[in-house]
């Protein structure tokens, strides 16, 4: 009965355990830990927690777009992977639960999507390609922690089998039936000792007409301990430690790519406003220059004007044109890169909200030195004009009166070099390879490893069924000890290693030391960079006040035979440059503003692509 009631329990042991083989399930448990560890790795890289997740959420923008304005898809992977058919033998047939089939085309709706820019913002989040990509990142990097952090737990295996033989080879055919179970036990411990231990029964039974049976029971544990090279918390435990790194490295990683991600979406989205303000300033030309084409054909009508400024303007009428044709195809090229940086199909109905460059525009017109991109006013011009000959003064652009971020040079590079999480990996980088070095020194010396080992019972094959059942019988066991002397007299390859450590420790120094430099240099430009866009903002309202006022007169000079039409169009040509140069300085200093932000560090980005920007205490320059 003994036989029977051992191979019961082994096989009740087995199918007990086969739930736990679902792929859902270890799915499932890898997601568990590895949000797990994310979420305490927030907290120690970035001081905070939020939401964390690698799945594409269902109700997608992309999906929308395509299934409700009818876009054309090349297959249903266009709408996502649980769109897909499962394939032949696909191991999870209901998690995750299957949509409906794909709806069929519908017609392409004529009123199209009207995206803010904090709206775009978040659409970034959820559909850039990207951005999922570096969350799978920080997801892998943390399954890798996790299988590093397993070669230290207690790691359980159990195995069976049955074999049946027949044996001719002797006098009397041997048929017979052995089974055998086998579990161990494995745990690495983090001064490098390895345990192990075994426990195997075996049950053989000769299919003859005495039908002998035996079983075996056979056990051992051993322990093993290295004294010189390997030993050591910090040389066992350095691919654990170097992983737990990675993943703040890659949090990092991730965060620093929100914070572009961010001012990439706000560029982009204010250059496609700005190529459509040039749009609308460009047809307004061209409006303007068929206008002053019609007045000069009728003046030369009249005899007043010669034919040759009628060609001038019947010739900057086609350049107006021209520019306008231009205008619009560059405009439309923009949207659609556009869409691709939000991770939207170029063909999508969408438009951006024009209101938000008029908004832009009242911030700058609000109170003088408040607003952030509010220009510095400019010295009224003197009552009595110098001569020529008086000496000239030039005044030079400072940052007294600026916006709320045009703070002190040195103050600014303080914050980025607090606040840079790239620079922080860096210095994380450097510290690894100095590790590097120390491992690299350890497999220099000699190996000298302690070994013990405890074994008791034996075990059964076809041979011994005949003999009575084994047990475990301590007093009668073997036990050995061994000391494993490695001499370190072949060590080219380790002598090597160590070599380039020193080399890679001085890569990484010269690495944090050039990207020091570059996050100093992005400040510095930066903050030119907001000097010059708002003294850019200043001369050109000026210049767009004087081409209106250029314009105006220029025409009704024309009017009155004092002006040739070559006056108008070039007046006319430069209020279209003043107005584009004006826009243009509009966005480049809130691009500015935003690129600063995030060359300092300082611009957050939660998980929904939210930004909140960086208050200075002291708003302005003193």
């Known amino acids: ?128 390609r990207d951005y999922q990509a570096r969350k799978e990142d920080v997801f892998r990097a943390a399954l890798d922690l996790d299988l590093e952090a397993n070669q230290f737990r207690n790691l359980l295996f159990a195995d069976a089998d049955s074999q049946f033989t027949l044996d001719y080879r002797g006098e009397e055919t041997v048929r017979g039936l052995a089974n055998t179970g086998t579990a161990s036990w494995q745990r690495r411990l983090k001064n490098g000792a390895l345990l192990t231990a075994a426990f195997a029964i075996d049950l053989v039974r000769l299919l003859t007409p005495e039908r002998a049976s035996s079983m075996g029971l056979f056990a051992d544990a051993t322990i093993t301990m290295p004294l010189l090279r390997g030993s050591g918390r910090h040389i066992v435990t350095e691919p654990l430690t170097q992983a737990e790194r990675d993943v703040l490295y890659s949090l990092h990683t991730f965060a620093r790519f929100k914070q572009t991600l961010a001012v990439s979406v706000a560029s982009e989205y204010l250059s496609v406003l700005q190529q459509l303000d040039q749009v609308q300033n460009a ?34 009428e086609l350049r107006a044109r021209d520019r306008w044709v231009a205008a619009q195809q560059t405009y439309a090229r923009r949207q659609d890169s556009f869409k691709l940086t939000l991770g939207l199909p170029t063909d999508a109905n969408i438009e951006l909200d024009r209101d938000e460059l008029k908004r832009l525009a009242e911030a700058v017109r609000a109170e003088p030195g408040a607003a952030a991109t509010q220009p510095a006013a400019t010295a009224s011009a003197p009552a009595t004009v110098p001569s020529a000959e008086a000496p000239i003064e030039l005044v030079q652009p400072t940052h007294e009166g600026g916006g709320r971020l045009e703070m002190p040079e040195e103050k600014a590079i303080a914050i980025s070099l607090d606040n840079r999480l790239d620079l922080r990996t860096a210095l994380g980088q450097v510290y690894d390879a100095q590790r590097q070095v120390v491992i690299a020194a350890d497999a220099l010396r000699g190996g000298l490893t302690l070994a013990g080992t405890a074994q008791a019972g034996s075990g059964r094959g076809l041979g011994s069924a005949g003999q009575p059942d084994a047990q475990l019988r301590p007093e009668k066991g073997v036990y050995t000890a061994a000391l494993l002397l490695d001499l370190p007299l072949e060590r080219t390859a380790e002598r090597n290693a160590y070599r380039n450590s020193f080399i890679a420790l001085e ?90 932000q995030r060359d300092m560090g300082v611009l957050e980005v939660d998980e929904k692509g939210n930004w909140r920007e960086y208050e200075p205490e002291n708003s302005n320059r003193q």
């Not at 009818?70 to 696909?90: E, F, M, N, V």
């Not at 303007?288 to 019947?314: E, F």
């Open 507 to 596: 890569r990484a120094s010269r690495g944090l030391q050039e990207l020091e430099d570059q996050i100093k240099l992005q400040v510095r430009d930066a903050l030119r960079g907001l000097l010059q866009a708002r003294e850019s903002y200043t001369i050109q309202a000026q210049a767009v006040t004087l081409a209106r006022r250029r314009v105006e007169s220029t025409e009704l000079f024309l009017q009155a035979g004092r002006a040739q039409i070559r006056d108008v169009l070039e007046a006319q040509e430069a209020l279209v440059s003043a107005q584009n140069a004006l826009t243009a300085a509009l966005v480049s200093y809130r691009v500015t503003e935003l690129a600063l």
């Open 283 to 316: 047809e307004d030309n061209y409006r303007r220059v068929i206008s002053s084409t019609r007045r000069a054909r009728r003046l030369a009508d009249a005899g007043r004007l010669p034919q040759i400024q009628v060609d001038q303007a019947q010739q900057d």
């Open 1 to 128: 009965m003994k036989p029977c009631l051992w191979l019961v329990i082994v096989l009740t042991a087995c199918v007990c355990c086969l739930p736990g083989c679902q792929p859902g399930y270890y799915r499932q448990q890898a997601d568990k830990v590895a949000y797990g560890i994310i979420d305490q790795g927030q907290k120690q890289a970035l001081g905070r927690t939020e939401p964390f997740s690698i799945e594409r959420p269902a109700d997608a923008l992309r999906r929308k777009l395509l299934l409700e304005q009818g876009l054309p898809r090349a297959s249903a992977a266009s709408l996502g992977t649980d769109y897909l058919k499962p394939i032949a033998h696909w191991p999870e047939k209901q998690d995750p639960a299957q949509p409906a089939e794909p709806p069929a085309q519908a017609a392409p709706q004529g009123r199209p999507l009207t995206l803010s820019l904090v709206e775009a913002l978040r659409v970034a989040a959820r559909n850039n």
